[in-house]
């Protein structure tokens, strides 16, 4: 059964740094591009950042230079450090897992909340 078991979200001021984790079970990891989704209320889910099992990272525009996504294979987790938090990021944050066979993303976790306010 897979799982991908997120944790790390909460609530921050403007300007202030989280770290997400998530730690995936029943899939090989290494077989996986791994990412960072979210959703804010409203909009549609979007692609954060995601990481390829050789290392190469893709960002969203509104990510880079703020958001690091790494992943850890001994630990079958990927994390994403943000910095220089801002209101807009308020969202629920997704761990994703796409197999390198597939074109989309097709497992979930449950999600975290961050929330970004003064």
């Known amino acids: 059964q897979v799982q991908l078991v997120e944790s790390g979200g909460g609530l921050v001021q403007p300007g202030g740094s989280l770290s997400l984790s998530c730690v995936a079970s029943g899939i090989n990891f290494s077989a996986y591009t791994m990412g960072w989704y979210r959703q804010a209320p409203g909009k549609q889910r979007e692609l954060v950042a995601e990481?390829?099992?050789?290392?190469?990272?893709n960002y969203a525009d509104s990510a880079k230079g703020r958001f690091t996504i790494s992943r850890d294979r001994a630990k079958n987790a990927v994390y994403l450090q943000m910095n220089d938090l801002k209101f807009e990021d308020t969202a629920v944050y997704y761990c994703?897992?796409?197999?390198?066979?597939?074109?989309?993303?097709?497992?979930w976790g449950q999600g975290t909340q961050v929330t970004v306010s003064s």
């Open positions: 990481v390829r099992s050789g290392g190469n990272t």
């Open positions: 994703g897992a796409r197999h390198w066979s597939m074109t989309v993303t097709n497992k």
